[in-house]
């Protein structure tokens, strides 16, 4: 049977759909996970030999009309429905593939002007493209691939407190911006560097989520200040497509707030010192 992206996709998330979700009764036992092709086909009103040509790669030219029969019986998001229709070829990708790496002067001048919110601009292929201070003070100064810091550096085990949840987000928002721009050559790079260096993520890629960054919370374990839960916002940069800008920032009056404040007090003095060094 060939393997391709649109098949694989559609295989891992029929395994995710219970019958009792799907309105379907169970009855004895079943030997797959999820529904099955027959299951999915009534669903989605087609024929079980044209789902199959889907799975195995022997159609790839579904309509948009299938896609979203297909989305609704799969129960995708709106990520998921997106990246279906990318793995099909019926949405539009970017009409460069290659992102600029350069970060607008202006964006940066307004990073640098939040002394109590980490920031940070990254590419498709999670490069760190651009930081403020108190975003260097929270990562340790690391200027690498988001991506290769939380799967290959083993200080990030000890910096998310919540690295399990964190290193499913990335790899599903990685997914995404792979069926986005699948030829972009650094996007390419980091999947084959991680693919060969990190088993957590080989085994996080085969499971072909397809997730963007949300409005979420991760937990921070610092080694100057200690534990901080922060709320993370993304938005896609309109001057440069492909880049995103993620700001952290924590509750007002918390004690994360209060450690936030104490790490850009640390940062700033850092700042200082290394300014006066001849």
Same mark, same amino acid.
């Given at each position: 049977?060939?393997?391709?992206? %649109?098949? =694989? ?5 029929? !395994? $995710? &759909? ?5 309105? @379907?009764?169970? *009855? ?81 001048? %307004?990073? =640098? ?5 980490? !920031? $940070? &601009? ?5 490069? @760190?493209?651009? *930081? ?29 407190a919540d690295w399990p949840t964190v290193a499913v987000n990335s790899v599903a ?51 100057? &200040? ?53």
């Open positions: 049977m060939a393997s391709t992206p %649109l098949g =694989d996709y559609l295989r891992s998330r029929r !395994a $995710l &759909v219970s019958p009792q979700s799907a309105g @379907l009764a169970s *009855s004895g036992l079943r030997r797959v996970q999820g529904l099955r092709r027959e299951e999915v086909s009534l669903l989605a009103g087609m024929s079980v030999d044209y789902y199959v040509r889907l799975e195995q790669g022997r159609e790839s030219n579904p309509s948009a009309q299938v896609l979203d029969a297909l989305a609704a019986v799969l129960r995708l998001d709106e990520d998921g429905r997106l990246h279906l229709f990318r793995l099909a070829g019926l949405a539009p990708r970017p009409r460069s593939a290659v992102v600029t790496d350069r970060v607008d002067p202006n964006l940066l001048q %307004l990073m =640098d002007a939040w002394p109590d919110n980490p !920031a $940070l &601009v990254c590419n498709r292929a999670y490069d @760190l493209l651009a *930081s403020n201070a108190i975003a260097d003070a929270l990562f340790g100064g690391y200027s690498g691939n988001m991506m290769e810091l939380i799967f290959l550096e083993p200080r990030a085990r000890r910096l998310y928002g990685f997914r995404l911006g792979h069926g986005e721009a699948p030829d972009d050559p650094r996007v390419r790079a980091v999947l084959a560097t991680l693919l060969e260096r990190s088993e957590d993520f080989r085994r996080l890629w085969q499971r072909h989520d397809a997730r963007g960054k949300t409005l979420e919370t991760k937990r921070f374990v610092h080694p100057s &200040v200690g534990e901080l839960t922060l709320r993370m916002q993304a938005f896609d940069v309109r001057s440069a497509p492909g880049q995103e800008l993620v700001v952290y920032h924590a509750e007002p009056g918390s004690s994360s707030a209060e450690a936030l404040r104490l790490l850009g007090t640390l940062a700033a003095t850092a700042a200082q010192e290394q300014a006066s060094t001849p």
